[in-house]
């Protein structure tokens, strides 16, 4: 079920911050952060016997005003837990932009997440973001990317990925390369976004801007947070920077005149301009234009 990405609308995805559930002074705070999403967090952050009041608390949250200043997902616990099913029916009609799943590891279970959603009265425009988060989930990353249309976007939770790799934690994260790169193709591929897995070090500047450059050049759209601090950084890193935004411009122009004097090549500074880079540029200058829109 591949899509074309012109056809989709651009969310800007540069920074997107998980808030616990049950940290109500976050979630107060959470409104006048300059983060593209937010992420109110029903699963790791929450201890099991706090999930009911956890997820009480977000919906209550998300009923408010203050839950509007950002797109706004939630974290579910797994459909195959004793809340994952109570969770779904709970947001599934407020003010969301996605329910994010975790520790998915096949199409089947976004099927039945959509299905969940669909029963409990959320609108169509309420998306499904599947967490890639072990090694089953990566190499069916393919068939969960494709599996609904109301599939928006990969997460990636290298944290679990690590683990169960039996892997170490290394600055350039050298054991998860290789699933990075198979979920950024599945991604593509179906035509979704995908985000870069959390860093957890919160002193470790120079290695979480290391990251972020990282999750750029290989083609994330943006990366999960876990600190107010980390989101300036990922803003600078995923958004297009104004050289970047000066170079569209001009690549387009220099396309759009090859055109209009019939020309059958068009050269920008000694490099031959060809279509695929009029749409990238096209497709940067939407990012660009959707992140002045939110203000920032």
Same mark, same amino acid.
């Given at each position: 079920?591949?899509?074309?990405?012109?056809?989709? &609308? @651009?969310?800007? #995805?540069?920074?997107? /911050?998980?808030? %616990?559930?049950?940290? *109500?002074?976050?979630?107060?705070? +959470? $409104?006048?952060?300059?983060?593209?999403?937010?992420?109110?967090?029903?699963?790791?952050?929450?201890?099991?016997?706090?999930?009911?009041?956890?997820?009480?608390?977000?919906?209550?949250?998300?009923?408010?005003?203050?839950?509007?200043?950002? &797109? @706004?997902?939630? #974290?579910?616990?797994? /459909?195959?837990? %004793?809340?994952?099913? *109570?969770?779904?029916?709970?947001? +599934? $009609?407020?003010?969301?932009?996605?329910?994010?799943?975790?520790?998915?590891?096949?199409?089947?279970?976004?099927?039945?997440?959509?299905?969940?959603?669909?029963?409990?009265?959320?609108?169509?425009?309420?998306?499904?973001?599947?967490?890639?988060?072990?090694?089953?989930?990566?190499?069916?990353?393919?068939?969960?990317?494709?599996?609904?249309?109301?599939?928006?976007?990969?997460?990636?939770?290298?944290?679990?990925?690590?683990?169960?790799?039996?892997?170490?934690?290394?600055?350039?994260?050298?054991?998860?390369?290789?699933?990075?790169?198979?979920?950024?193709?599945?991604?593509?591929?179906?035509?979704?976004?995908?985000?870069?897995?959390?860093?957890?070090?919160?002193?470790?500047?120079?290695?979480?801007?290391?990251?972020?450059?990282?999750?750029?050049?290989?083609?994330?759209?943006?990366?999960?947070?876990?600190?107010?601090?980390?989101?300036?950084?990922?803003?600078?890193?995923?958004?297009?920077?104004?050289?970047?935004?000066?170079?569209?411009?001009?690549?387009?122009?220099?396309?759009?005149?090859?055109?209009?004097?019939?020309?059958?090549?068009?050269?920008?500074?000694?490099?031959?301009?060809?279509?695929?880079?009029?749409?990238?540029?096209?497709?940067?200058?939407?990012?660009?234009?959707?992140?002045?829109?939110?203000?920032?």
């Amino acid at each position: 079920m591949s899509r074309d990405p012109g056809q989709l &609308a @651009v969310h800007p #995805r540069r920074s997107v /911050l998980f808030v %616990p559930g049950t940290n *109500a002074r976050a979630l107060e705070k +959470a $409104r006048g952060l300059a983060c593209d999403a937010l992420i109110v967090d029903l699963e790791d952050a929450v201890a099991p016997t706090a999930k009911d009041a956890a997820r009480d608390a977000a919906c209550a949250w998300l009923d408010g005003e203050r839950a509007r200043a950002h &797109a @706004v997902c939630v #974290r579910t616990n797994p /459909l195959d837990t %004793p809340w994952g099913q *109570a969770d779904i029916a709970a947001v +599934a $009609r407020r003010p969301l932009q996605a329910v994010v799943l975790p520790k998915v590891e096949s199409a089947a279970t976004v099927i039945a997440a959509s299905a969940a959603l669909r029963a409990a009265g959320a609108a169509d425009s309420v998306g499904l973001w599947p967490m890639i988060e072990t090694p089953l989930g990566v190499l069916e990353s393919r068939a969960i990317a494709a599996a609904d249309p109301r599939v928006e976007c990969l997460v990636m939770g290298t944290s679990d990925l690590v683990k169960d790799l039996r892997a170490r934690q290394t600055a350039d994260r050298l054991a998860v390369l290789g699933a990075l790169s198979q979920c950024l193709l599945a991604a593509r591929a179906a035509g979704v976004d995908i985000l870069d897995g959390v860093h957890l070090d919160l002193e470790d500047d120079d290695g979480f801007a290391a990251a972020c450059r990282q999750g750029r050049d290989l083609g994330f759209d943006g990366k999960t947070l876990i600190h107010p601090r980390q989101i300036a950084p990922a803003n600078a890193a995923f958004g297009p920077s104004p050289d970047e935004v000066e170079q569209a411009h001009a690549v387009i122009a220099t396309w759009e005149r090859a055109l209009a004097e019939g020309a059958g090549v068009a050269v920008l500074d000694g490099r031959l301009v060809e279509v695929l880079h009029v749409e990238e540029a096209r497709r940067l200058l939407a990012v660009a234009e959707a992140i002045a829109s939110h203000g920032d």
